[in-house]
């Protein structure tokens, strides 16, 4: 098992990309960056709309946004594949070890996972629903509010983690 | 220069920047990026409203996002401060640090522009069309943020590497630019399902010799 992991995290053709092309690493890291902000733009302001904040503005006009911080999420997604499958490019180590032994790496993919599960909350409880019905200047239901401080916080640690994954290395 | 030695040998700073602390320069440098997630996000949604992108939503709510986005400010200037007093002789010899400065000083003075302009210039800003003096400040904010972020990534490289990236980078932003006109393009033209299972566009190209 951790043998064919190990073999599926390793992408020579994409270290052979990083070493033959400068260029790859530092467009993927803005990416990265990019599709950070596009992340925080479309799901943050949903979150904070839950908490109450931006009143004045139907949630459901706000989650019609989301499909952008959907391809925010994606463009990190496809950029960071690119650091791990590629890492042996720029550091010494293999992608196995990196993922078996970076505390932060680890609670950067945890989150992520976490953030996921609340997100399927807020649609597996009904919760998407309520919120969708809700007026411009409707309160949000208690469990929209939960969800929505902890999407914040989850994504707000996927952020802080991510950027002493390369400390670690 | 002097100056500059005696910030980065400051007892503090030093600590900040040889530490292996979690509250010493790594905090900094993950809270810059909070700072900046902060700060652009908001402004983002609310340049998508300006810019026609998102025409249903109303304008005068998105001026509560306005305390979010000051937070942002103040966290990523006082991390990038500090982030810069660590090492300052080698930041200001850096052109690529310089253009981010300049990038990120002309973002805030533009973005001052633009709020003032879409939240306060009239007392209810969705009676009134978005004025083109609001698109103009909101396209140079949005210029400005690219290309300081931009420049904030290449602070770290050097110059071949900058300029090969830069325009790799100004492919991917073409091939942006049009997804985004035809994603606009396609809003402007309503289509409408026959329920047959194809789409009937209800503005049809003219026929040519049609009446």
Same mark, same amino acid.
């Given at each position: 098992m951790d043998s064919t992991l190990a073999h599926w995290l390793r992408w020579p053709s994409l270290e052979y990309l990083i070493t033959n092309y400068t260029w790859v690493w530092p467009?993927?890291?803005?990416?990265?960056?990019?599709?950070?902000?596009?992340?925080?733009?479309?799901?943050?302001?949903?979150?904070?709309?839950?908490?109450?904040?931006?009143?004045?503005? &139907?949630?459901?006009?706000? &989650?019609?946004?989301?499909?952008?911080?959907?391809?925010?999420?994606?463009?990190?997604?496809?950029?960071?594949?690119?650091?791990?499958?590629?890492?042996?490019?720029?550091?010494?180590?293999?992608?196995?070890?990196?993922?078996?032994?970076?505390?932060?790496?680890?609670?950067?993919?945890?989150?992520?996972?976490?953030?996921?599960?609340?997100?399927?909350?807020?649609?597996? &409880?009904?919760? &998407?629903?309520?919120?969708?019905?809700?007026?411009?200047?409707?309160?949000?239901?208690r469990l929209a509010k939960l969800i929505g401080a902890t999407s914040l916080v989850l994504w707000l640690g996927v952020v802080y983690f991510g950027r002493l994954i390369p400390w670690d290395l | 220069m002097q100056f500059l030695t005696w910030i980065s040998d400051n007892a503090a700073i030093t600590w900040i920047r040889e530490s292996d602390s979690q509250l010493g320069y790594t905090l900094y440098l993950a809270f810059h990026t909070i700072g900046m997630v902060a700060l652009v996000g908001p402004s983002l949604i609310i340049a998508a409203r300006v810019l026609g992108l998102a025409p249903a939503l109303p304008i005068r709510p998105l001026a509560s996002f306005r305390?979010?986005? $000051?937070?942002?400010?103040? +966290?990523?200037? +006082?991390?990038?401060?500090?982030?810069?007093?660590?090492?300052?002789a080698g930041y200001v010899k850096n052109i690529v640090f310089l253009v981010k400065i300049a990038a990120l000083i002309a973002a805030l003075f533009s973005l001052r522009g633009m709020v003032r302009e879409i939240f306060d210039r009239y007392p209810d800003p969705d009676a009134q069309p978005v004025t083109s003096r609001a698109r103009t400040w909101t396209i140079v904010t949005m210029l400005m943020w690219v290309i300081g972020v931009v420049?904030? $990534?290449?602070?770290?490289?050097?110059?071949?590497?900058? +300029?090969?990236?830069?325009?790799?980078?100004?492919?991917?932003?073409? +091939?942006?630019?049009?997804?985004?006109f035809v994603y606009t393009l396609r809003g402007r033209r309503p289509v409408v399902h026959s329920g047959q299972g194809f789409p009937i566009d209800i503005h049809p190209a003219p026929v040519k010799g049609g009446k």
């Amino acid at each position: 098992m951790d043998s064919t992991l190990a073999h599926w995290l390793r992408w020579p053709s994409l270290e052979y990309l990083i070493t033959n092309y400068t260029w790859v690493w530092p467009l993927c890291e803005i990416l990265h960056f990019a599709g950070l902000i596009l992340l925080f733009a479309a799901v943050g302001t949903f979150d904070l709309r839950l908490l109450g904040l931006g009143k004045g503005i &139907s949630p459901r006009l706000l &989650s019609r946004l989301i499909p952008w911080g959907v391809f925010g999420f994606a463009l990190c997604v496809a950029t960071g594949f690119v650091f791990v499958g590629g890492i042996v490019a720029n550091v010494d180590t293999h992608p196995y070890v990196v993922l078996t032994t970076n505390v932060w790496l680890q609670l950067k993919l945890l989150f992520i996972a976490l953030a996921g599960l609340n997100l399927a909350a807020f649609y597996v &409880s009904g919760t &998407s629903r309520k919120v969708d019905e809700l007026g411009p200047d409707d309160d949000t239901p208690r469990l929209a509010k939960l969800i929505g401080a902890t999407s914040l916080v989850l994504w707000l640690g996927v952020v802080y983690f991510g950027r002493l994954i390369p400390w670690d290395l | 220069m002097q100056f500059l030695t005696w910030i980065s040998d400051n007892a503090a700073i030093t600590w900040i920047r040889e530490s292996d602390s979690q509250l010493g320069y790594t905090l900094y440098l993950a809270f810059h990026t909070i700072g900046m997630v902060a700060l652009v996000g908001p402004s983002l949604i609310i340049a998508a409203r300006v810019l026609g992108l998102a025409p249903a939503l109303p304008i005068r709510p998105l001026a509560s996002f306005r305390p979010v986005m $000051r937070i942002g400010f103040w +966290i990523t200037m +006082i991390t990038g401060t500090v982030l810069f007093a660590t090492a300052p002789a080698g930041y200001v010899k850096n052109i690529v640090f310089l253009v981010k400065i300049a990038a990120l000083i002309a973002a805030l003075f533009s973005l001052r522009g633009m709020v003032r302009e879409i939240f306060d210039r009239y007392p209810d800003p969705d009676a009134q069309p978005v004025t083109s003096r609001a698109r103009t400040w909101t396209i140079v904010t949005m210029l400005m943020w690219v290309i300081g972020v931009v420049a904030g $990534r290449l602070t770290a490289y050097s110059g071949v590497v900058v +300029i090969e990236s830069l325009k790799a980078f100004a492919v991917v932003c073409l +091939i942006a630019t049009a997804l985004v006109f035809v994603y606009t393009l396609r809003g402007r033209r309503p289509v409408v399902h026959s329920g047959q299972g194809f789409p009937i566009d209800i503005h049809p190209a003219p026929v040519k010799g049609g009446k």
